[in-house]
């Protein structure tokens, strides 16, 4: 779900790979291999997360009700 959020980010983002690369200190052939599929580290994801304006916030879950 977060990969997929992510992607769908990159994607609609209107810099080019090389800015991205740029902008979050990486090498562009991360993003070339997560565009393709290929799983990133938690802390790339982060870096990419934070260039594109996005934040991981809990969702809010219901509790059931034991008998």
Partial sequence: MIEETLRQALAADPRTIYELA???ETEPD???RFQAGK???LDTAAKLAAALGLELKPIKRTRRKTK
């Fill in 30 to 32: 991360i993003w070339y």
């Fill in 22 to 24: 740029k902008a979050t």
């Fill in 39 to 41: 799983t990133i580290r």
